[in-house]
């Protein structure tokens, strides 16, 4: 028995020492495609968007009138949903806008006698009121909780509510965008009092607005519907109301992806989930695209092309954030887009350079070649001899490219479509018809096109 | 074993080792540590490292094949409170049966009860803290917030309920014995389920399991033995999660989280044989037995664990084992040694829940198979023991103590099947587990003192990696865990220790006891 139990003991431990190093051999298994994506996910702040509070009615229905009345502009001839349509998914379609004093319905709309183009694209308001942190192609306008800065300093009023509202006071001021040059007429010949004040008198051009607005029984009605009890209307309570307004008929979050987010596997096809995995992965779509909007945080280089007028500090150039940040890291750095609904946003990047997301991938596969070979036969017409495709310009946009674009994301045909795709698996259904956004008439009577 | 990773895609399948560990084989295809919270009742033989083919054991054979019972002697009422407890503090678990076995002419029976208390593991000890679960609940703010305001509680300890109860007959002319018994288990904490979830805020379980056995056991003279035994296990367990899900909330334009609740289905049902024989060799004490057992199994409902790639699908196995084993006796000592060898298939798939188009542009119908698992396990189990009796008062009192050991060893290969990729994949894997036991006994004219312990080594808990996914397993109470992890998976080290104290008063004489 000794013996035996001597063998055993031996036997035991030669077992033992084969063991002790684990026998793992093959590679290992791969977690399925939703485990790697939710995964992926998981490392990007990614996170479903709850449901957007009902708004005060009275203020949606103000913000309503105000967002496609015209009135709101020197001339009488723009709204603010001339460059955001809602036929176009709250953008214009164009690669530039055409500001106050433009010819035409939005889709074919030219400039005027002596104006130019607004010198980038009009951004979507999609989603624009679900809280991000900054706005504007160059992120002038940022701030959360009641506290907003914008660069240039414009007086923003105190405690509005959120971005939205704070966005709101601005458009009015531009005088290309709404406001209008000093002698303009407006559309019935009249003089524009709002191109009047200088251009550091936003507070006189505000209360111009109101003026007109209070010149108006409806609108003082639902001013006072909208906002009973504070004695006294000012501009910020349209802008308010214009938030509202957007918050309550802009917010679209039902898109496949996020119906993914809230864990259910079969919102997205496979196609679709192979694109995620791009976008979170290979691509690096996301060390960008992140957070729970995938953008709208950021500022970068991606190498658009220059097209348009420009800007103050280097015309024709538009050096975007680095217009205000005498900085050369933001030359040329431009907001990064959040990516809801981005199928229905074209064209895309500040300058609308590329008109399909297909255009978009391939560019940020390859961005010097993209750049460089850009072929501006894609604008329109009238916008193609604002592009800048010299040498010396291409070269300086270069300089500063971002560093995750400097080579070739190796992406191939096949892996860009699925990411294309993916893309497209962003789009709220909701968002793809906005008609019924819009009102059959306005408080001022003035016509309710767009 | 620390932080050691394992294979992604792994596949854990853990059927519980109940009262009859024998003859309900336990198939784990991850190291995970058994805590033997279902052990619940004496043995002569734990202490022996559990050697069961060549050597009877009377106080623990009646549970796994309820023929033995003839075996048991003079009636009596029996005690054995245990525990066992995880290192790191990774579970803890107390348990008090209590018992009584009657005899009465060629009429056998027990029955017996027990109350268990099962600690949760202190997964702050094991798992990164969790940041964002630090923060609180907002969604009380939320108007129209369609989920649960309050976080169900989450007790620190579950209480788990046991009932046995057993019947047989002999027919001395034919040493043929036959007996029934059933046994049920209300179960509200599994050692290890809360592994499972471990970003869940809360998780209440609740379920059961039934146990029926019959068996036959046929002594002839000279002392071969055959016995059989037919059993039936159904397992189920409910897991109700609670998570706490991030989220932008727009009104208050920040994060939140709000409360997820999910309902998680734990089921499987096994059929089991077993036939075992044993003889006496012709050299004077040396005893030979032979074993075969056969689990057929199936996993009607799996739970949906956290992160995992296989969500609630069905799967099946066939389980065998097939050992040998060998013992010497003389006069008050004991020697005993099985080798016993465990060939296990097993088939689990995934059902798509809706149409899944696949890479080749095919199309998968809802209820069709997106991804399959083939296991085929050769798992080898080795034990050995010795025990000594020293009488130390003219024999009618005895010391007694066990030594003992047993080895197990678990290799699986594993083929996936990605139906939607259309890829296969293949992984190995094994590992080794030592258990060294002991044990020690008095024995008086009055009553029997009993205690045995045990520590198991080589196995571990599951952990999370930080950024990543998670996959875990509990020990399983008769009942079917099935886990594909969908990412790596950190097993840390622990050792389990188990302790038990039996006695038995005999409450008339009559009979003896082996």
Redesign the interface.
């Known amino acids: 028995m000794r013996r035996l139990s001597l063998r055993l003991v031996l036997g035991l431990a030669a077992l033992t020492a084969c063991e002790q190093g684990g026998t793992p051999t093959d590679p290992p298994l791969q977690p399925t495609i939703d485990a790697q994506l939710r995964g992926l996910i998981g490392n990007w702040g990614v996170v479903p968007i709850g449901p957007m509070p009902v708004q005060n009615p009275a203020q949606v229905e103000l913000g309503r009138a105000l967002f496609f009345d015209k009135i709101l502009s020197g001339n009488r001839d723009v709204a603010c949903a001339t460059c955001h349509d809602p036929s176009a998914a709250l953008s214009d379609g164009r690669s530039l806008p055409v500001g106050t004093g433009g010819i035409g319905m939005p889709a074919a709309r030219r400039l005027g006698p002596g104006r130019q183009f607004i010198p980038r694209s009009a951004p979507t308001l999609l989603n624009a009121g679900l809280g991000l942190y900054a706005l504007f192609w160059d992120q002038r306008l940022n701030g959360n909780q009641g506290q907003f800065h914008v660069t240039p300093d414009e007086p923003i009023p105190l405690g509005l509510p959120n971005i939205l509202s704070a966005q709101a006071m601005l458009p009015v001021l531009n005088r290309h965008e709404m406001r209008g040059e000093p002698g303009d007429v407006d559309v019935f010949g009249h003089p524009n009092e709002l191109a009047q004040p200088g251009d550091q008198e936003a507070p006189a051009v505000w209360n111009a607005v109101m003026a007109r607005l209070m010149a108006i029984n409806q609108y003082v009605t639902m001013f006072n519907a909208a906002f009973p009890g504070e004695g006294r209307v000012g501009f910020d309570q349209a802008a308010r109301a214009l938030a509202a307004f957007q918050m309550q008929e802009f917010t679209k979050t039902r898109s496949p992806f996020d119906r993914y987010l809230e864990r259910d596997d079969a919102a997205l096809s496979l196609p679709e989930k192979r694109g995620a995995l791009l976008f979170f992965g290979k691509a690096q779509c996301s060390t960008c695209h992140n957070g729970p909007f995938l953008g709208g945080q950021q500022l970068a280089n991606v190498g658009a092309p220059q097209i348009g007028p420009g800007g103050t500090r280097q015309p024709p150039l538009d050096l975007g954030r680095g217009e205000l940040d005498n900085n050369d890291f933001y030359q040329f750095a431009f907001r990064v887009a959040p990516l809801r609904n981005v199928e229905l946003t074209a064209p895309y990047f500040h300058s609308g350079a590329f008109r399909t997301l297909d255009e978009v991938v391939h560019h940020y596969n390859d961005v010097t070649k993209s750049l460089s070979e850009y072929d501006p036969s894609r604008l329109d017409p009238d916008v193609r001899p604002l592009y800048r495709g010299d040498a010396g310009t291409v070269s300086a946009v270069l300089g500063t490219l971002d560093f995750r674009l400097r080579r070739s994301l190796g992406l191939t045909e096949a892996e860009m479509g699925d990411l294309v795709t993916f893309l497209k698996a962003l789009t709220d259904p909701s968002a793809r018809n906005l008609s019924a956004v819009i009102p059959a008439s306005v408080p001022s009577g003035l016509p309710v096109s767009r | 074993m620390s932080a050691?990773a394992?294979?992604?895609?792994?596949f854990l399948l853990a059927i519980g080792a109940g009262p009859a560990a024998a003859q309900l084989i336990a198939i784990r295809s991850v190291p995970i540590s058994q805590s033997h919270q279902f052990d619940l009742f004496p043995s002569l033989r734990m202490g022996m490292g559990g050697v069961s083919i060549a050597v009877d054991d009377s106080l623990h054979d009646p549970f796994s094949n309820p023929a033995k019972g003839v075996r048991l002697g003079a009636s009596s009422f029996f005690g054995s409170p245990g525990l066992y407890s995880v290192s790191r503090g990774a579970g803890a678990g107390r348990t008090l049966p209590l018992g009584t076995w009657l005899r009465s002419g060629n009429w056998f029976g027990g029955a017996a009860i027990a109350v268990q208390q099962i600690d949760l593991s202190h997964q702050a000890n094991f798992f990164p803290p969790c940041a964002v679960c630090a923060q609180p609940l907002t969604q009380d703010a939320?108007?129209?917030n369609p989920f649960p305001t309050q976080l169900p509680a989450t007790d620190r300890s579950h209480g788990n309920a046991f009932g046995y109860a057993m019947l047989g007959r002999t027919v001395p002319a034919l040493g043929l014995s036959v007996g029934a018994s059933v046994e049920w288990a209300g179960l509200h904490g599994v050692d290890g389920v809360d592994l499972l979830y471990p970003r869940s805020a809360g998780l209440t379980q609740r379920g059961h399991e039934l146990d029926l056995r019959l068996g036959a056991l046929k002594q002839w003279e000279g002392g071969r033995a055959l016995s059989t035994v037919l059993v039936h296990n159904r397992f189920a367990a409910t897991h109700d999660v609670s998570d706490l899900?991030?989220?932008?909330?727009?009104?208050t334009?920040?994060?939140?989280q709000?409360l997820r609740l999910e309902e998680n289905q734990d089921q499987t049902n096994t059929w089991g044989a077993q036939v075992e024989y044993s003889w006496p060799l012709r050299a004077p004490g040396w005893r030979l037995g032979w074993v075969a057992t056969t689990n057929l199994m199936s996993h009607p409902k799996i739970p949906n664990y956290e992160?995992?790639?296989?969500p609630r699908d069905p799967g099946n196995s066939q389980a065998f084992n097939l050992g040998v084993g060998l013992s010497?006796t003389a006069e008050a000592s004991t020697?005993a040694?099985d080798a016993v060898y465990e060939p296990i298939w097993s088939y689990t798939w995934?059902d798509a829940?809706?149409p899944?188009?696949?890479?080749g542009g095919l199309t998968i119908p809802a209820g069709g198979k997106t991804?399959e698992n083939r296991f085929r396990f050769a798992n080898?189990l080795?034990r050995?023991g010795f025990s000594q009796d020293l009488p130390f008062d003219q024999s009618t009192r005895q010391f007694g103590f066990q030594l003992g050991?047993a080895?197990h060893?678990i290799?699986y290969s594993?083929v996936?099947d990605?139906n939607?990729?259309a890829?296969t994949?293949?992984?190995?894997?094994?590992?080794?587990e030592?258990t060294p036991t002991w044990g020690m006994s008095l024995k008086f004219p009055g009553w029997e003192l009993r205690y045995r312990g045990s520590v198991t080594n080589g196995t571990g808990r599951p952990g999370v990696f930080p950024?990543?996914?998670t996959v875990a397993t509990p020990d399983a109470a008769g009942g079917t865990i099935l886990v594909?992890?969908?990412?790596p998976l950190t097993m840390t080290g622990v050792r389990v220790m188990t302790h038990q104290v039996a006695i038995s008063f005999p409450f008339r004489s009559g009979g003896t006891r082996p």
């Open positions: 050691r394992l294979p992604l895609g792994a939320l108007p129209g899900d991030g989220f932008w909330d727009p009104g334009q920040s994060f939140a709000r992160i995992q790639n296989i010497k020697f040694l995934a829940a809706s899944v188009q696949t890479s991804i080898a080795l050995m050991l080895v060893r290799g594993l996936q990605d939607v990729q890829t994949r293949h992984a190995h894997e094994s590992w080794v030592w950024n990543n996914v594909a992890p969908s990412g």
